[in-house]
Protein backbone atom coordinates (compact mmCIF):
# COMPACT_ATOMS: atom_id res chain seq x y z
CA UNK A 1 0.00 0.00 0.00
CA UNK A 2 1.18 3.57 -1.25
CA UNK A 3 1.30 5.83 1.96
CA UNK A 4 0.09 9.38 2.04
CA UNK A 5 2.74 11.82 0.37
CA UNK A 6 4.63 8.71 -0.69
CA UNK A 7 5.68 7.91 -4.28
CA UNK A 8 4.58 4.59 -5.86
CA UNK A 9 7.87 3.49 -6.11
CA UNK A 10 7.99 3.36 -2.20
CA UNK A 11 10.94 5.33 -1.71
CA UNK A 12 10.35 8.60 -0.07
CA UNK A 13 11.97 11.91 -0.93
CA UNK A 14 13.71 12.93 2.48
CA UNK A 15 14.50 16.33 3.65
CA UNK A 16 17.11 16.40 6.38
CA UNK A 17 16.62 20.06 8.59
CA UNK A 18 19.93 20.62 10.33
CA UNK A 19 21.27 23.34 13.55
CA UNK A 20 24.31 23.45 11.10
CA UNK A 21 27.34 21.61 9.55
CA UNK A 22 30.28 22.02 11.50
CA UNK A 23 32.32 19.06 12.24
CA UNK A 24 30.67 17.98 15.28
CA UNK A 25 29.83 14.08 16.10
CA UNK A 26 26.13 14.74 15.25
CA UNK A 27 27.15 16.25 11.82
CA UNK A 28 29.87 13.46 10.96
CA UNK A 29 26.85 10.60 11.92
CA UNK A 30 24.68 12.69 9.22
CA UNK A 31 27.17 12.78 6.88
CA UNK A 32 27.89 8.61 7.28
CA UNK A 33 24.26 8.30 7.23
CA UNK A 34 23.33 9.90 3.92
CA UNK A 35 25.28 7.67 1.67
CA UNK A 36 23.87 4.22 2.51
CA UNK A 37 20.47 5.89 2.48
CA UNK A 38 21.17 7.29 -1.15
CA UNK A 39 22.22 3.68 -2.48
CA UNK A 40 19.04 2.12 -1.00
CA UNK A 41 17.12 4.14 -3.05
CA UNK A 42 15.93 7.22 -1.32
CA UNK A 43 15.91 11.03 -2.41
CA UNK A 44 17.73 12.82 -0.11
CA UNK A 45 18.47 16.75 0.76
CA UNK A 46 19.71 18.66 3.96
CA UNK A 47 18.76 22.22 4.93
CA UNK A 48 21.36 23.93 7.43
CA UNK A 49 20.23 26.49 9.56
CA UNK A 50 23.57 28.11 9.17
CA UNK A 51 25.64 29.26 6.93
CA UNK A 52 28.24 26.84 5.15
CA UNK A 53 29.92 24.64 7.98
CA UNK A 54 32.85 22.19 8.00
CA UNK A 55 31.18 19.23 6.62
CA UNK A 56 29.10 20.76 3.81
CA UNK A 57 31.09 20.21 1.31
CA UNK A 58 31.66 16.05 2.17
CA UNK A 59 27.68 15.80 1.91
CA UNK A 60 27.67 17.65 -1.73
CA UNK A 61 30.75 15.48 -2.80
CA UNK A 62 28.04 12.75 -2.64
CA UNK A 63 25.48 14.27 -4.71
CA UNK A 64 23.22 15.18 -1.95
CA UNK A 65 22.21 19.40 -2.85
CA UNK A 66 22.78 21.24 0.59
CA UNK A 67 20.75 24.46 1.05
CA UNK A 68 22.20 27.10 3.72
CA UNK A 69 20.01 29.36 5.43
CA UNK A 70 22.57 31.55 7.54
CA UNK A 71 20.23 31.70 10.21
CA UNK A 72 22.80 33.43 12.60
CA UNK A 73 20.14 35.61 14.94
CA UNK A 74 16.45 36.40 15.15
CA UNK A 75 17.01 39.47 12.78
CA UNK A 76 17.75 36.55 10.07
CA UNK A 77 14.64 34.36 10.66
CA UNK A 78 11.85 36.55 7.95
CA UNK A 79 14.38 35.80 5.37
CA UNK A 80 15.41 32.22 6.34
CA UNK A 81 11.75 31.03 6.98
CA UNK A 82 11.29 32.32 3.18
CA UNK A 83 14.10 30.51 1.69
CA UNK A 84 13.01 27.52 4.04
CA UNK A 85 9.46 27.71 2.13
CA UNK A 86 11.21 27.56 -1.36
CA UNK A 87 13.39 24.61 -0.66
CA UNK A 88 10.21 22.99 0.58
CA UNK A 89 8.21 23.61 -2.68
CA UNK A 90 11.17 22.53 -5.06
CA UNK A 91 11.93 19.46 -2.91
CA UNK A 92 8.55 18.43 -1.66
CA UNK A 93 9.21 15.88 0.89
CA UNK A 94 7.87 12.78 2.14
CA UNK A 95 9.38 13.15 4.71
CA UNK A 96 10.81 15.68 7.04
CA UNK A 97 13.66 14.95 9.81
CA UNK A 98 14.87 17.22 11.68
CA UNK A 99 18.44 16.85 13.00
CA UNK A 100 19.22 18.37 16.07
CA UNK A 101 17.11 20.68 18.83
CA UNK A 102 16.82 23.60 16.51
CA UNK A 103 16.60 21.68 13.64
CA UNK A 104 13.54 19.80 15.14
CA UNK A 105 11.46 22.70 15.77
CA UNK A 106 12.14 24.07 12.21
CA UNK A 107 11.14 20.65 10.70
CA UNK A 108 7.99 20.34 13.15
CA UNK A 109 7.35 24.45 11.64
CA UNK A 110 8.09 23.61 8.21
CA UNK A 111 5.43 20.88 8.07
CA UNK A 112 3.13 22.24 9.95
CA UNK A 113 2.56 25.89 7.72
CA UNK A 114 3.84 24.03 4.40
CA UNK A 115 4.37 20.22 4.00
CA UNK A 116 1.38 18.91 6.11
CA UNK A 117 1.10 16.03 4.18
CA UNK A 118 4.68 15.22 4.82
CA UNK A 119 5.53 12.62 8.32
CA UNK A 120 7.78 14.58 10.85
CA UNK A 121 10.64 12.85 12.30
CA UNK A 122 13.07 14.40 14.96
CA UNK A 123 16.26 13.48 15.56
CA UNK A 124 17.71 14.25 19.59
CA UNK A 125 21.88 13.74 19.75
CA UNK A 126 22.17 14.52 23.05
CA UNK A 127 21.73 13.44 26.71
CA UNK A 128 20.12 16.17 29.03
CA UNK A 129 20.85 15.50 32.38
CA UNK A 130 20.21 19.72 33.77
CA UNK A 131 18.33 21.82 31.29
CA UNK A 132 19.78 24.17 33.29
CA UNK A 133 23.36 23.48 31.55
CA UNK A 134 22.15 24.72 28.09
CA UNK A 135 22.09 28.26 26.70
CA UNK A 136 19.38 30.57 27.16
CA UNK A 137 18.28 29.93 23.75
CA UNK A 138 18.75 26.14 23.14
CA UNK A 139 16.57 26.31 26.61
CA UNK A 140 13.74 27.77 24.78
CA UNK A 141 13.93 25.99 21.96
CA UNK A 142 13.90 22.96 24.06
CA UNK A 143 10.97 23.72 25.81
CA UNK A 144 8.94 24.54 22.41
CA UNK A 145 9.91 20.82 21.23
CA UNK A 146 8.61 19.32 24.50
CA UNK A 147 5.02 21.22 24.06
CA UNK A 148 4.67 20.16 20.30
CA UNK A 149 5.72 16.92 20.47
CA UNK A 150 2.86 14.96 20.65
CA UNK A 151 2.39 16.01 17.03
CA UNK A 152 5.75 14.05 15.21
CA UNK A 153 5.35 10.54 14.32
CA UNK A 154 8.72 9.63 15.22
CA UNK A 155 11.56 10.85 18.19
CA UNK A 156 14.67 8.87 17.35
CA UNK A 157 17.14 9.11 19.75
CA UNK A 158 20.58 8.00 19.85
CA UNK A 159 21.04 6.57 23.44
CA UNK A 160 18.56 4.94 25.67
CA UNK A 161 19.64 7.87 28.51
CA UNK A 162 18.84 10.50 26.37
CA UNK A 163 15.57 9.33 25.40
CA UNK A 164 14.58 8.85 28.93
CA UNK A 165 16.04 12.59 30.25
CA UNK A 166 13.61 14.50 27.33
CA UNK A 167 10.58 12.24 28.40
CA UNK A 168 10.91 13.35 31.83
CA UNK A 169 10.71 17.24 30.66
CA UNK A 170 7.71 16.26 28.38
CA UNK A 171 8.40 15.13 25.57
CA UNK A 172 6.18 12.63 24.25
CA UNK A 173 7.19 8.95 24.70
CA UNK A 174 4.82 7.43 22.33
CA UNK A 175 6.56 8.41 19.69
CA UNK A 176 10.06 7.80 20.81
CA UNK A 177 12.72 5.42 19.22
CA UNK A 178 16.26 4.47 19.76
CA UNK A 179 18.47 4.21 16.65
CA UNK A 180 22.04 3.65 17.76
CA UNK A 181 25.21 5.47 16.15
CA UNK A 182 26.80 3.43 13.23
CA UNK A 183 30.23 2.78 12.40
CA UNK A 184 31.86 1.88 9.07
CA UNK A 185 34.61 -0.70 9.84
CA UNK A 186 36.00 -0.56 7.18
CA UNK A 187 37.19 2.91 7.39
CA UNK A 188 38.24 2.79 11.20
CA UNK A 189 39.75 0.00 11.01
CA UNK A 190 43.55 -1.05 12.67
CA UNK A 191 46.35 0.35 10.24
CA UNK A 192 49.92 -0.39 11.64
CA UNK A 193 51.28 1.57 8.79
CA UNK A 194 49.06 4.59 9.52
CA UNK A 195 49.64 4.28 13.11
CA UNK A 196 53.50 4.25 12.92
CA UNK A 197 53.06 7.40 10.87
CA UNK A 198 51.42 9.33 13.46
CA UNK A 199 54.01 8.08 16.24
CA UNK A 200 56.99 9.38 13.84
CA UNK A 201 54.84 12.58 13.26
CA UNK A 202 54.41 13.11 17.02
CA UNK A 203 58.06 12.07 17.63
CA UNK A 204 57.60 9.04 19.89
CA UNK A 205 59.88 5.93 20.58
CA UNK A 206 58.43 2.76 19.69
CA UNK A 207 58.20 1.85 23.41
CA UNK A 208 56.41 5.19 24.20
CA UNK A 209 52.32 5.04 24.86
CA UNK A 210 49.85 7.25 23.45
CA UNK A 211 46.49 8.23 25.02
CA UNK A 212 44.11 10.72 23.34
CA UNK A 213 41.11 12.26 23.37
CA UNK A 214 39.46 13.66 19.68
CA UNK A 215 36.87 15.64 20.24
CA UNK A 216 35.96 19.73 19.75
CA UNK A 217 36.49 22.23 22.39
CA UNK A 218 33.79 22.62 24.40
CA UNK A 219 33.18 22.91 27.84
CA UNK A 220 31.16 19.93 28.30
CA UNK A 221 34.08 17.46 26.37
CA UNK A 222 36.26 17.51 29.62
CA UNK A 223 39.61 19.10 27.86
CA UNK A 224 40.74 20.08 31.40
CA UNK A 225 39.74 17.29 33.43
CA UNK A 226 41.99 14.98 30.75
CA UNK A 227 45.10 17.41 31.48
CA UNK A 228 44.95 16.94 34.92
CA UNK A 229 44.84 13.75 34.88
CA UNK A 230 47.57 13.59 32.16
CA UNK A 231 49.78 15.77 34.89
CA UNK A 232 48.73 12.88 37.34
CA UNK A 233 49.79 10.12 34.98
CA UNK A 234 52.69 12.00 33.42
CA UNK A 235 54.10 12.03 36.91
CA UNK A 236 54.73 8.50 37.55
CA UNK A 237 54.51 7.16 34.11
CA UNK A 238 57.22 8.51 31.79
CA UNK A 239 57.02 6.89 28.39
CA UNK A 240 53.13 8.44 28.02
CA UNK A 241 52.37 10.68 25.76
CA UNK A 242 48.72 12.61 25.49
CA UNK A 243 47.45 13.44 22.01
CA UNK A 244 44.26 15.90 21.36
CA UNK A 245 42.50 16.67 18.21
CA UNK A 246 39.28 18.69 17.16
CA UNK A 247 37.93 21.53 16.49
CA UNK A 248 39.61 24.51 18.64
CA UNK A 249 42.17 22.01 20.32
CA UNK A 250 45.45 23.16 19.39
CA UNK A 251 48.42 25.32 21.46
CA UNK A 252 47.03 28.58 20.49
CA UNK A 253 43.76 27.88 23.00
CA UNK A 254 44.16 30.41 25.90
CA UNK A 255 42.76 27.34 28.27
CA UNK A 256 44.93 24.82 27.54
CA UNK A 257 48.11 26.70 26.30
CA UNK A 258 48.91 26.77 30.50
CA UNK A 259 48.88 22.76 30.86
CA UNK A 260 51.42 22.28 27.87
CA UNK A 261 54.34 23.74 29.81
CA UNK A 262 53.12 22.24 33.16
CA UNK A 263 56.65 20.48 34.36
CA UNK A 264 55.14 17.25 34.02
CA UNK A 265 53.79 17.37 30.43
CA UNK A 266 56.34 19.89 28.74
CA UNK A 267 57.17 17.82 25.18
CA UNK A 268 54.19 15.24 26.01
CA UNK A 269 50.91 16.58 25.30
CA UNK A 270 50.75 16.95 21.42
CA UNK A 271 47.40 19.43 20.41
CA UNK A 272 46.93 18.92 16.90
CA UNK A 273 43.78 20.70 16.19
CA UNK A 274 41.16 19.86 13.97
CA UNK A 275 42.60 16.73 11.13
CA UNK A 276 40.96 14.79 8.23
CA UNK A 277 42.99 11.85 9.44
CA UNK A 278 40.90 10.72 12.28
CA UNK A 279 41.04 7.00 11.70
CA UNK A 280 45.28 7.21 11.45
CA UNK A 281 44.91 9.63 14.63
CA UNK A 282 42.45 7.25 16.58
CA UNK A 283 44.18 3.66 15.18
CA UNK A 284 47.75 5.46 16.82
CA UNK A 285 46.36 5.35 20.13
CA UNK A 286 46.72 2.67 22.90
CA UNK A 287 44.50 3.95 24.90
CA UNK A 288 41.35 6.32 23.60
CA UNK A 289 39.61 8.88 26.25
CA UNK A 290 36.10 10.13 26.13
CA UNK A 291 36.11 12.89 29.16
CA UNK A 292 33.27 14.28 28.59
CA UNK A 293 31.33 15.94 32.01
CA UNK A 294 27.80 16.26 30.39
CA UNK A 295 25.77 16.62 27.03
CA UNK A 296 26.91 13.58 25.12
CA UNK A 297 24.29 10.88 24.29
CA UNK A 298 26.29 8.51 21.98
CA UNK A 299 30.00 9.30 21.63
CA UNK A 300 31.48 8.77 18.20
CA UNK A 301 34.75 9.05 19.58
CA UNK A 302 34.22 5.97 21.76
CA UNK A 303 32.74 3.60 18.77
CA UNK A 304 35.43 4.98 16.59
CA UNK A 305 38.49 4.07 18.39
CA UNK A 306 36.34 0.62 19.48
CA UNK A 307 36.13 0.29 15.35
CA UNK A 308 40.20 0.78 15.34
CA UNK A 309 40.40 -1.90 17.91
CA UNK A 310 41.85 0.70 20.59
CA UNK A 311 40.33 0.08 24.08
CA UNK A 312 38.06 3.10 25.77
CA UNK A 313 38.40 4.37 28.74
CA UNK A 314 35.25 7.11 29.14
CA UNK A 315 33.40 9.06 31.95
CA UNK A 316 29.90 8.14 32.72
CA UNK A 317 28.10 10.13 30.59
CA UNK A 318 25.42 8.88 28.14
CA UNK A 319 25.42 5.53 27.18
CA UNK A 320 29.20 5.10 27.28
CA UNK A 321 28.98 2.45 29.56
CA UNK A 322 26.47 0.46 27.08
CA UNK A 323 28.93 1.63 24.46
CA UNK A 324 31.77 0.20 25.89
CA UNK A 325 30.31 -2.56 27.66
CA UNK A 326 33.12 -4.60 29.10
CA UNK A 327 36.04 -3.76 26.69
CA UNK A 328 37.04 -0.78 28.55
CA UNK A 329 36.47 1.15 31.91
CA UNK A 330 34.42 3.70 32.80
CA UNK A 331 34.94 6.10 35.72
CA UNK A 332 33.09 9.40 37.48
CA UNK A 333 32.90 12.42 35.25
CA UNK A 334 35.27 15.79 36.49
CA UNK A 335 37.51 13.17 38.47
CA UNK A 336 40.85 13.95 37.30
CA UNK A 337 42.55 10.86 39.62
CA UNK A 338 39.89 8.11 38.55
CA UNK A 339 40.82 8.93 35.10
CA UNK A 340 44.65 8.15 35.49
CA UNK A 341 44.05 5.22 37.69
CA UNK A 342 41.63 3.82 34.88
CA UNK A 343 44.24 4.48 32.31
CA UNK A 344 46.94 2.96 34.11
CA UNK A 345 45.41 -0.15 34.62
CA UNK A 346 45.09 -0.32 31.37
CA UNK A 347 48.81 0.28 30.52
CA UNK A 348 49.28 -2.33 33.16
CA UNK A 349 48.06 -4.50 30.93
CA UNK A 350 49.95 -7.32 29.25
CA UNK A 351 50.70 -6.14 25.64
CA UNK A 352 48.28 -9.27 24.42
CA UNK A 353 45.95 -8.41 26.84
CA UNK A 354 45.85 -4.95 25.86
CA UNK A 355 45.92 -6.46 22.45
CA UNK A 356 42.72 -8.67 22.83
CA UNK A 357 40.95 -6.24 24.54
CA UNK A 358 41.29 -3.69 21.62
CA UNK A 359 40.18 -7.23 18.84
CA UNK A 360 36.91 -7.55 21.52
CA UNK A 361 35.68 -3.89 21.36
CA UNK A 362 35.85 -4.22 17.49
CA UNK A 363 33.78 -6.91 17.59
CA UNK A 364 31.36 -5.01 19.79
CA UNK A 365 31.07 -2.45 17.42
CA UNK A 366 30.60 -4.85 14.46
CA UNK A 367 28.05 -6.74 16.19
CA UNK A 368 25.83 -4.05 17.88
CA UNK A 369 26.97 -0.54 16.35
CA UNK A 370 27.62 -0.97 12.83
CA UNK A 371 26.92 1.58 10.12
CA UNK A 372 24.36 -0.84 8.35
CA UNK A 373 22.58 -1.36 11.41
CA UNK A 374 22.27 2.83 11.20
CA UNK A 375 21.39 2.90 7.80
CA UNK A 376 18.80 -0.21 8.20
CA UNK A 377 17.11 1.65 11.11
CA UNK A 378 16.51 5.06 9.77
CA UNK A 379 15.60 3.35 6.51
CA UNK A 380 12.70 1.28 7.69
CA UNK A 381 11.45 4.24 9.35
CA UNK A 382 11.18 6.21 6.14
CA UNK A 383 9.73 3.40 4.35
CA UNK A 384 7.01 3.58 7.31
CA UNK A 385 7.79 0.40 8.81
CA UNK A 386 7.61 2.16 12.16
CA UNK A 387 5.26 5.12 11.72
CA UNK A 388 1.22 5.20 11.97
CA UNK A 389 -0.60 5.53 8.54
Known sequence: MTRQGTPASGAPRVLFITTGLATGGAERMLCRLLPGLVAGGLEVGVVSLRARGGVSGDIEAMGVPVWHLGLDSARDLPLAAMRLRGVARGFRPDVVQGWMYHGNLAAWLLRALWSRRARLCWSVRQSLPDLGLEKPGTRRVIRACSRVSAGVDAIVYNALLARRQHEAIGYASAPGRLI??????????????????????????????LIGLIARFHAMKGHEVFLRAAASLAARAPDVHFLLAGQGVDAANPVLA????????????????????????????????????WGDAFHNSLGEAMSCGVPCVATDVGDARRIVGDTGLIVPPGDPEALAGAWARLLALPTPDLAALGAAARRRVRECFSLDHAVAGYRALYLGEHLAS
Open 258 to 293: PWLVEPALLGRVHPLGERADVPALTCALDVATSASL
Open 180 to 209: DNGFDTDVFRPDAEAAADIRRELGLMSSGR
